[in-house]
Every structure is written in C-alpha cells, then in structure tokens.
C-alpha cells in the first residue's frame, strides 16, 4: 500500500469476487456478453426513440432517457466488475475511485427519480386519459427529466464533498468489485458520523420520496382500474404500467437494501451479488420489460432494422 503525504491512501484494491479461475473466466464470458447485449439493446431503443416522430410524445421520451441512463449506468459499473474476474488485484487511484463513485450515484439517483416521473405518467395517462395531452405536455416532461438528471448529479455532488473530505489512511482494501459508499466509510480514519448521516439522509430523499410517489400513483391507478366495467378493459389498462411496476419493485428493493442504512455495513457478500442485480441484470432486463413488449416501439425497431439491412445490402450490391 502506498500512501500520499499526510497519510492518505493513493489507491484502493478491489477484491471483487474470488473463486477459482475456471469459474472466473466463465462468468468474464457471461458477463462479458450481457454488457455487449445491454449495450447494443439500448442504443437501438434510444436512436430508434430519437428518429422515429411518431414515438416524440412523453411516455416514450422518458424511456429514452432511462435507456441512456442505461448505457452511461454499465460503463460506469460493468468494467469493473469484468476487471475482478480477471485479476485479483484490480487497483484503482484514490481520484479514479472518487470520480466512479461520483458518476455512480449520481446515475443511481436520476434513475430513482426517473422510474418515479415515469410513474407519474403513467398515472396521467390511465386516470386522466382526456386531459393527458394538456397535463403532461412535451416542455413539462423536458423539465421533469432535467430536474431528474439535475437533482441525481447535485445529491452526488453534496455526498462525495463530504466522503472525499475524510482521511483514509489503511487498509486499502475494499471488499466489492467498485467504489461504493459502505466499503469506502469502513476504511475511514476519521470520524465519519457526519458523512454517515449526510449519506442516509440524501439516500431517503432520493429513494424513499420518488418511491412514495411510485406508490401513490400505482395506488391511484389500482383503483381507476378496479372501476372498469370490463375484464378485457381491466387488463389493457394494467398492462401498460405492469413491466414498469416489475422494474420499480426490483430495482428499488435492492437500492432501499444497500443504501437506505443509517449505518455503514461490515458485511458485503450478500451486498455485492444484489449489486450486480441493479448494476448488470436490471439494466439488461429494461429494455425488453419497458419497450420490446410495446408494439409502437417494436414496430419501429423492425422498421429500423430493416431499412439498415436493406440499406447494407444496396451498397454491397
């Protein structure tokens, strides 16, 4: 372990997931093609969103902008987590670690709030389908999804100005496979009581106020189903917001688990494997859950596609 003058630790190691190296590079392979995936399945959701005219309304700009939250959200995490198969010594620079964690929440926190504003349309669209179009209008939902990127960015910023102001001066090991808050509050020499609170306190903004939200509107929604006359009636209305509320339900359970805490936790196994769940599995999951079970949205990725294709097959000809 080196140190900077003063004490400080200039780099943490990483322990990552130790196992056998056969089982190591299987799960290099497995992972390795789920990012590949990932990436490939919201990039096309997002360049479709973005040149098809008839998906520029509200619902599907919000899944644009989760889709692109997606992309920036793996490749803040998913090397990493590549890097642990492959090494056991994944060392990482104390401002390296800092900007990761940075990104990281941020992006976890636009998510939370994005996951509720889309909530919220869903909401306007099933209990107010007449009025839709004038409550929710394309420059409420410009500002409703920049104040998700704004306020996600500027709760990261106000957490790392005080986890960054702490002195670690060793070990320098972190028991999971990226920066994250509890390993890096372990290792702190100093008092970290005020970090601590500062982190549980933006962590129920962030999470438990947007997660109040998502309840009251699928609460609202529950009982403007339940007044439909027709069974048929019933179930298209639910089966617009159904793949939102699994999403919701996965991905806000695991963050309320790892974050929510008012104290830092010593033990990280069960911690790391929920963290691939919301970091890798989530964002593969996504794009199929939200989009490719909505008939505008694959209608218009065939569309896409095979125009590429066609396209390609021109210039070779």
């Not at 630790?9 to 997931?17: A, D, K």
């Not at 830092?264 to 859950?289: C, D, E, Q, W």
């Amino acid at each position: 372990m080196r140190n900077l003058s003063g004490g400080h630790i200039e780099e943490f190691v990483l322990v990552g997931f130790p196992t056998s190296p056969p089982l190591q590079l299987l799960l290099f392979a497995l992972f390795f093609a789920i990012y590949l995936l990932t990436l490939l399945e919201n990039a096309l959701i997002v360049s479709t969103i973005w040149l098809t005219p008839s998906l520029h309304r509200p619902m599907y700009f919000f899944l644009g902008h989760l889709s692109f939250l997606e992309l920036w959200y793996i490749n803040v995490t998913v090397p990493r987590l590549l890097g642990a198969f492959l090494t056991q010594d994944c060392r990482v620079s104390f401002i390296g670690c800092m900007t990761q964690l940075y990104f990281f929440i941020a992006l976890a926190c636009t998510e939370c709030v994005l996951l509720a504003i889309m909530a919220y349309d869903r909401y306007l669209a099933i209990c107010e389908p007449l009025r839709y179009p004038s409550l929710m209008p394309s420059s409420l939902a410009t500002r409703l999804a920049a104040s998700s990127w704004g306020g996600g960015f500027f709760s990261s910023m106000m957490k790392l100005l005080f986890i960054s102001q702490l002195s670690y001066c060793g070990p320098n090991i972190i028991n999971h496979f990226f920066c994250d808050i509890s390993p890096l509050l372990n290792l702190t020499c100093s008092d970290k009581e005020q970090a601590e609170l500062v982190d549980f306190l933006l962590a129920l903004v962030m999470i438990l106020f947007p997660l109040l939200a998502v309840v009251l509107s699928y609460a609202a929604i529950i009982l403007a189903i339940l007044r439909i006359p027709t069974t048929q009636g019933r179930h298209k209305a639910f089966s617009t917001c159904a793949s939102h509320l699994v999403v919701v339900v996965i991905y806000y359970s695991s963050t309320l688990f790892t974050y929510a805490r008012p104290r830092a936790m010593y033990t990280f196994n069960h911690n790391k494997i929920i963290s691939v769940l919301y970091t890798v599995i989530v964002p593969f999951f996504n794009p199929a859950i939200y989009c490719l079970r909505n008939k505008e949205v694959k209608d218009a990725l065939r569309k896409a596609v095979l125009g590429r294709c066609q396209y390609l097959r021109a210039v070779t000809d």
